[in-house]
């Protein structure tokens, strides 16, 4: 949880405040050493708006799928790679507003064809594509 945390920090230090949940701060209980990561509430996992709940599939629409591309390239551009893309982590609030979530996977200065590999499994995903792994 402390490393989702720095890599929260690391892209709002970045400049990446949108496509992501804003992180009100990791929290520690002195007395069981539990811990919780406390965040907004961006709406629901692409996965729970599946329209059919019988697939695994998803499919949203061309601006959908282009804000989401939009958020993945600025946190390229911070120097983050999520490695955990999937539907349950790509979050749809009522308005359309996108936002991706879950970064304890992420790491931190990946090569140029990491990200050009993650780009094109995101908009493979939101083609209605199946997402297998997400480290290639």
């Given at each position: 949880?402390?490393?989702?945390?720095?890599?929260?920090?690391?892209?709002?230090?970045?400049?990446?405040?949108?496509g992501i949940p804003l992180v009100f701060?990791?929290?520690?209980?002195?007395?069981?050493?539990?811990?919780?990561?406390?965040?907004?509430?961006?709406?629901?996992?692409?996965?729970?708006?599946?329209?059919?709940?019988?697939?695994?599939?998803?499919?949203?629409?061309?601006?959908?799928?282009?804000?989401?591309?939009?958020?993945?390239?600025?946190?390229?551009?911070?120097?983050?790679?999520?490695c955990d893309l999937r539907p349950e982590?790509?979050?749809?609030?009522?308005?359309?507003?996108?936002?991706?979530?879950?970064?304890?996977?992420?790491?931190?200065?990946?090569?140029?064809?990491?990200?050009?590999?993650?780009?094109?499994?995101?908009?493979?995903?939101?083609?209605?594509?199946?997402?297998?792994?997400?480290?290639?």
């Amino acid at each position: 949880m402390r490393h989702e945390f720095s890599i929260y920090e690391h892209l709002t230090s970045r400049g990446v405040e949108q496509g992501i949940p804003l992180v009100f701060g990791l929290f520690k209980d002195v007395e069981t050493d539990a811990m919780a990561l406390v965040m907004s509430h961006v709406g629901k996992s692409l996965w729970e708006l599946r329209t059919d709940p019988s697939t695994i599939q998803v499919k949203v629409s061309a601006s959908v799928k282009d804000a989401y591309l939009r958020i993945m390239s600025n946190i390229h551009d911070a120097g983050v790679r999520h490695c955990d893309l999937r539907p349950e982590n790509l979050m749809l609030a009522d308005d359309d507003t996108v936002t991706i979530i879950d970064f304890d996977q992420a790491t931190i200065n990946p090569s140029t064809e990491a990200k050009k590999r993650e780009i094109h499994l995101l908009g493979d995903l939101l083609e209605g594509g199946i997402l297998y792994d997400s480290k290639r």
